[in-house]
Nanobody, 121 residues
Framework: VQLVESGGGLVQPGGSLRLSCTVS????????IDWFRQAPGKERESVSC????????YYLDSVKGRFSISRDNAKNTVYLQMTNLKVEDTAVYHC???????????????WGRGTQVTVSE
């Protein structure tokens, strides 16, 4: 299983970014893909999750209405569209396969190296 993130960068508050997670080696029907973030000095937190079984989604309360998760089966890619970004969204964002294939995810089996998102003036 391999997951590769891309799309991070530096953006001003209120700006937007779209993160991509290209996945290989999984069965989409039984796998949930989770985006989690890790900021220095803070605990890891699950931001969003997409279930492969029923397409249900999960969002962290602080990102509801601003972030959107989706999947392109043809490209084996899961996206995280982030709008109205805030300084507190600054973190390294990783995508991962959720243990037990369920959302929200609290444990992971595989994850990528991550992509840095920095929201700053």
């Amino acid at each position: 299983v391999q997951l590769v993130e891309s799309g991070g960068g530096l953006v001003q508050p209120g700006g937007s970014l779209r993160l991509s997670c290209t996945v290989s080696g999984i069965s989409w029907d039984s796998t949930a893909i989770d985006w989690f973030r890790q900021a220095p000095g803070k605990e890891r937190e699950s931001v969003s999750c997409l279930s492969g079984r029923d397409a249900s989604t999960y969002y962290l309360d602080s990102v509801k209405g601003r972030f959107s998760i989706s999947r392109d089966n043809a490209k084996n890619t899961v996206y995280l569209q982030m709008t109205n970004l805030k300084v507190e969204d600054t973190a390294v964002y990783h995508c991962a396969t959720a243990r037990y294939g369920m959302c929200p995810a609290y444990e992971y089996d595989f994850w990528g190296r991550g992509t840095q998102v920095t929201v700053s003036e």
